[in-house]
């Protein structure tokens, strides 16, 4: 039966076809230019242009929406944070004097009492929610759209060492495999009659900690196996190696390649000349 | 003939460890033999497998005496990547020796490290690919698989390097017994028109006895003897000294002779029994057959019926019982089925037939697609897993997954405990358990100290403290030796006369003869036998089309014995009191 994959998406696409060392150029340019970006509307755009790629390129809602709830606490504090506190920061990049409040808290608060939600506070704060989302999301629109073995021919292509390039990718490997052993460990705990649904969050915690013992043992032999297997294969024997499945830019990757460059070019070209993507900038 | 291979006064001690795992090992490995290495779990067949390739010492370590040539290579001076192009190696579990996202890129792998041309490895995938048949698998994800077809690819990755020598460490210990014979043809095939020399270590004693040119036994580390099939499983004395499994002819006539009967040569081979059967009967040293005066013999005899339904009402059932996997496998067509309470069950089949997708329904490990499955009088979508687990114990095949205690005492009272159980009753069960299991000596223990058979039985030991109806032993010989094996049957078997449900699933059917008293036999998602032991056994046309190989004894009995009672053996005895009598 089919086990879990962390990777691959489970349809061709665009992105499916594109050689790894476009997915990387991608991947930089989306990384650099969100870190560039200061402006919340032009990063949320670039955030919500990267989620609507993953879906073009199936990747499936219900990670997406995994890593948005495993981010939504990390973000909320952010927006709190940043809505109370960043005053003194927004006025030093935009020159502003005064800010606009949403709201503030009763004085009689204890520590944070009187403190002053403002607009702008809220704004910057949607501007690092959106980098980190175009940050998260970029890496897995390039990652899960390749297969392991493209990737290892694709980073090799790039200059890679090829045994950096097989651990990465033994990494991503290996993920699936853990994951599929602490549910058929979780499993086995449930049929020796654990109820886990009907335990409270702590209790559940200490059931669920017992997996690491199991875990980490299987982790310890199966690497050792690994590494008898990989030695038996003659691993480590030679720099040179040859490769089944050739690396080649096709014409679609030369002109992801060009707009990759001309979007980083003009996004930087704009943010210095223009102000534009700066913060309190025109757009 | 010359050698491939020369092991010369080989000793070798584990790191941190002063005992001896090979002890003045002494073996010639011959240019284009089949040499099957045999011994009991422990013996150091494992390790003498991977000191060909040069992985014991240079990655374990230890301390290593002696001398290993291969291919005239010294396997301590010549790093382990040049021996590889020299010694392929295929170990016992297919799951973890996988490394690659692709069937064809697993075949690859190897070749793209020697450094073969891409299109000399294009032409060898095909080439292997077609000698485990996994054509048109090519870019199949390994995990896709199923554990047989995992463990031909894995054979076929070490094919693909044509090596000299191939070296085999249990490969067929998770295939069913036609995957099983298919890979020893296979290999064989290899051996002889490649001329590859090949080491396979393996339990599976019918197929080394057909296909080996030459056998050596191992045992504590000391090879204690080597020389043909017929020499070695012949001396049926000496392998069961040593908890082996002779092939079940061999066994037919050791009890033969064992009853008087003076036997030239004890038969390994099935061909090689029937021959031996007509040619004592033609010296008279056997009676002739004779049915109409034969003497029925104890305890068989009757005709094959399929069984009727047990008059009691179920334990266990499910009615149409239908079940597609997310993939789109049917993994379940309308099966229907009643377990009384206090059966002995067996479920058989090929590797994808349904039997672990059929037993997990019990526990809610899954639920039906279409149709209803109940334990007791309760429908399982209406009850936990929890419920489901304290009525029926489940032994999976891997006991190591379903430990996590650091004692164990604590293992067995795990699940009590956070059931909410009192401390006393706790107590109380945990004894039980330990002395049922005779672990009482190891309760203080870490349970993954223990040897494997014994971390089984803690596991079992945890399952009992929970009282449950019904114990199900998922796959309980796959990768055990005969003597694992037999033990963990063997407290199957008390289990039952203790008066619980047992359920095993399986596919080798040779060690069941013994224990099962209802056989069910599935294939392609439907059960198409199901029948008391004997007579669904001796259905060896539809065994055969289920890809199930019947028992040797009952083959030969159905060959040699008179046709009023060839249908109705079922172990070696029997066929040896059978064949001794006359006719019966």
Not at chain 1, 125 to 134: G, S
Not at chain 1, 224 to 242: D, M, N, P, W, Y
Not at chain 2, 321 to 347: C, F, K, M, P, W
Not at chain 2, 523 to 547: Q, W
């Amino acid at each position: 039966m089919s086990q879990p994959r962390l990777y691959n998406v489970e349809r061709e696409s665009l992105f499916t076809r594109l050689d790894f060392r476009t997915k990387l150029a991608l991947m930089t340019v989306l990384v650099l230019v969100a870190f560039i970006w200061e402006s919340p509307l032009l990063g949320s755009v670039l955030a919500l242009a990267v989620g609507l790629g993953c879906l073009a390129a199936g990747i499936k809602i219900a990670y997406i929406r995994a890593v948005l709830i495993l981010l939504l606490p990390f973000l909320l504090m952010l927006t709190i944070t940043q809505g109370f506190f960043a005053d003194d920061l927004i006025r030093s990049r935009t020159g502003q004097t005064t800010l606009t409040p949403i709201f503030s808290l009763p004085r009689s608060w204890w520590l944070i009492g009187g403190a002053t939600m403002t607009l702008e506070g809220v704004l910057y704060a949607v501007n690092i929610v959106a980098k980190t989302l175009t940050m998260t999301l970029a890496i897995p629109l390039g990652v899960f759209t390749t297969d392991v073995n493209s990737m290892i021919i694709g980073m090799v292509k790039a200059g890679v060492p090829y045994k950096i390039a097989f651990i990465f990718s033994s990494t991503l490997r290996f993920l699936p495999l853990l994951f599929d052993q602490a549910q058929s460990i979780i499993e086995a705990q449930r049929l020796r009659g654990l109820a886990l649904e009907s335990m409270g969050p702590l209790k559940r915690l200490t059931v669920y900690a017992r997996i690491a013992v199991p875990l980490i043992l299987g982790v310890l032999v199966r690497s050792q196996t690994v590494e008898i297997v990989l030695q038996s294969k003659a691993f480590s024997g030679s720099t040179h190696r040859t490769y089944l499945h050739e690396s080649r830019l096709g014409p679609a990757d030369y002109v992801f390649l060009a707009l990759s460059l001309a979007f980083l070019v003009a996004a930087a070209v704009a943010y210095i000349g223009f102000d534009i993507g700066k913060f309190g900038g025109p757009i | 003939m010359d050698a491939i291979a020369i092991l010369d006064k080989v000793s070798y001690m584990c790191p941190r460890s002063d005992r001896l795992v090979l002890a003045d090992v002494s073996l010639t490995i011959r240019q284009g033999e089949f040499l099957g290495l045999i011994g009991p779990t422990g013996a150091g067949k494992t390790t003498l497998c991977l000191t060909l390739n040069g992985i014991v010492p240079q990655f374990y370590g230890g301390r290593f005496f002696g001398r290993i040539t291969v291919a005239g290579l010294d396997s301590l001076e010549s790093p382990v990547s040049t021996l590889a192009q020299h010694v392929g190696i295929v170990l016992d579990d297919p799951e973890v020796q996988l490394t690659a996202t692709s069937v064809e890129n697993e075949i690859a792998f190897a070749l793209e490290n020697l450094n073969v041309p891409r299109d000399e490895i294009i032409a060898r995938i095909g080439e292997v690919l077609e000698a485990v048949r996994l054509e048109g698998l090519e870019k199949r994800h390994p995990h896709e698989l199923s554990g047989g077809q995992k463990q031909r690819l894995a054979i076929a990755a070490a094919l693909a390097l044509r090596p000299e020598l191939l070296v085999l460490d249990e490969p067929t210990s998770q295939l069913d017994p036609v995957g099983t014979q298919e890979i020893f043809a296979t290999v064989r095939e290899l051996n002889r028109e490649l001329g590859i020399s090949v080491l396979m270590a393996s339990h599976a004693a019918e197929e080394l006895a057909e296909h080996a040119d030459r056998l050596a036994l191992i045992s504590g580390g000391v090879l204690l003897q080597s020389g043909t099939p017929d020499a070695l499983y012949g001396d049926v004395d000496l392998l069961q000294k040593h908890d082996l499994r002779p092939p079940q002819v061999a066994t037919t006539f050791r009890q033969l002779e064992h009853a008087g009967l003076n036997v030239p040569r004890i038969p390994v081979r099935l061909d090689q029994a029937i021959q031996a059967v007509q040619d004592l009967r033609a010296a008279g040293k056997l009676p002739t057959p004779d049915s109409r005066t034969a003497p029925p013999v104890t305890g068989v005899g009757q005709q094959p019926s399929l069984i009727l339904p047990s008059p009691k009402a179920p334990l266990l059932s499910a009615r149409d019982l239908h079940y597609t996997y997310d993939n789109g496998t049917q993994a379940l067509r309308g099966v229907s089925l009643d377990i009384a309470a206090g059966e002995y069950l067996l479920i058989a089949g090929q590797n994808g037939a349904g039997k672990s997708t059929l037993v997990k329904h019990f526990l809610r490990l899954l639920d039906p697609t279409t149709g209803t499955v109940r334990v007791g009088d309760k429908d399982t979508r209406d009850a936990t897993m929890g419920e489901l687990a304290q009525r029926i114990g489940y032994v999976a095949q891997n006991p190591d997954n379903q430990i996590f205690s650091a004692s164990v005492e604590a293992e067995v009272g795990f699940a009590l405990k956070h059931l909410g159980y009192s401390p006393h009753v706790v107590e109380t069960r945990v004894e039980e358990a330990l002395t049922a299991m005779d672990l009482l000596g190891d309760r203080h223990r870490h349970p993954l100290s223990l040897p494997k058979g014994d971390r089984a039985r803690v596991v079992i030991a945890a399952i009992l403290a929970m009282h449950p109806d019904v114990v199900i032993f998922d796959e309980p010989t796959t990768g055990q030796d005969y003597r694992g094996a037999r033990q963990i049957l063997d407290i199957s078997r008390d289990l039952h006369q203790a008066g619980k449900t047992i359920i095993v699933v399986t596919h080798h059917l040779y060690l069941m003869a013994d224990y099962a008293q209802r056989v069910i036999i599935m294939g392609k998602g439907d059960i198409l036998l199901d029948g008391d032991v004997r007579t669904v056994f001796n259905a060896t046309g539809t065994l055969r089309g289920t890809y199930l190989v019947p028992p040797q004894a009952i083959l030969l009995a159905q060959a040699a014995c008179p046709s009023s009672h060839r249908h109705s053996m079922l172990t070696p005895d029997e066929v040896a009191a059978c064949l001794a009598r006359g006719g019966a």
